[in-house]
Each structure stands twice: as C-alpha cells, then as structure tokens.
Nanobody
C-alpha cells in the first residue's frame, strides 16, 4: 500500500502561482510513475502532468509551459509548480502513484485550487 498526502492548494487570482506537494509513504519502491490529475465541477478527471522515477515528464497541452512537475527522492515527494494560473485551472487536484503497467494505482484525497478572474 502507498499513502499520498497532498498540500498547497488555495485561492489565488489569475496570473499568480501555487505549488502543490504530494508526500508518499508506504511501499513506495513499487511505484514507477507519479502524477497530478484534476477534476473540475461537472467534468471528468483529467491528467495534468506525470513524472517517472527516471525523470521523464509529460504534460497536458493546456498547462505546458506554465506548470512544472518535479520530485525530491530524498523526501519521497512530488511537486507541481503552477505559474500564470487561469480561472480554467480551477479544480480539485489529485496526486496519483502507479506501479509499472498501472497494476497498482493509488490516489490522494485531493486539494482544491481556485483561481479567480
């Protein structure tokens, strides 16, 4: 089992920045990839960004160039630096961890990000 605890959400104005953190604990050596997803009211959950333990990153087109995913292996923590936030970035952001082939998958409880115009 892997436990994920997110922090860093909040209310900001358009153009401002936030940094989300996701601290992992438990059987983390089984994890191959971690990432952030988001879900806006009435919408499906969507991928925002992922990072593998090898360091490869992937972003959804709508955040590329504004968001940066990174990790601190010593702290078993993954971060999402969000710059130039837009109202359409408003959503609950969820941390995700998955084993190779997503045989096992884990989710955090979510953290609310609200961007006002």
């Amino acid at each position: 089992q892997v436990q994920l605890v997110e922090s860093g959400g909040g209310l900001v104005q358009a153009g401002e920045s936030l940094r989300l953190s996701c601290a992992a604990s438990g059987s983390i050596r089984s994890i191959n990839i971690m990432g952030w997803y988001r879900q806006a009211p009435g919408e499906q959950r969507e991928l925002v960004a992922t990072i593998s333990w090898g360091g490869a990153t992937n972003y959804v087109d709508s955040v590329r160039g504004r968001f940066t995913i990174s990790r601190n292996n010593a702290k078993d923590t993954v971060y999402l630096q969000m710059n130039s936030l837009k109202p359409e970035d408003t959503a609950v952001y969820f941390c995700n961890a998955a084993s190779l082939g997503r045989l096992y998958e884990y989710w955090g409880q979510g953290t609310q990000v609200t961007v006002s115009s």
